[in-house]
């Protein structure tokens, strides 16, 4: 497997670990009836940088196997929008509104196709 694939791998996984952390807090309170250890509760008020944590090494990530992988402008410009995306969706989410984080969570369908656009778009010079 090339280097530019894993590194992609390992952007997915630190994603992930934020956008679900944006999930988990919808339902918190219920996780802490019934003793689910969510990462929302793991994080408590602490969420808001572990989030930028986050999405700053998927991004570090993503970076590296963009370059790893010769991509052109196209995904940069892809990347810089997906970006935005997650510093909003960090700096922005209220995490006592199970609603607001429905909202930031299902925003991550923009950075996922952003992502794979630039990917793809980024072949192309």
Do not use: M
Not at 20 to 42: C, L, N, P
Not at 95 to 103: K, M
Request: charged share 15%.
């Amino acid at each position: 497997v090339a280097w530019p694939s894993l590194l992609l791998y390992g952007g997915g996984i630190f994603w992930t670990l934020g956008y679900d952390t944006i999930y988990a807090h919808q339902d918190k309170e219920d996780d802490i009836r019934i003793g689910v250890k969510s990462s929302a509760i793991a994080l408590g008020a602490l969420t808001r940088p572990w989030l930028f944590i986050f999405y700053c090494a998927a991004l570090l990530f993503w970076a590296a196997a963009g370059g790893g992988a010769g991509l052109g402008v196209i995904f940069w410009v892809g990347l810089a929008a997906a970006a935005g995306q997650l510093v909003w969706q960090a700096a922005k989410v209220t995490t006592d509104d199970p609603a607001d984080c429905l909202r930031k969570f299902r925003s991550n369908r923009a950075v996922g196709w952003l992502v794979l656009i630039g990917i793809l778009a980024g072949h192309f010079r």
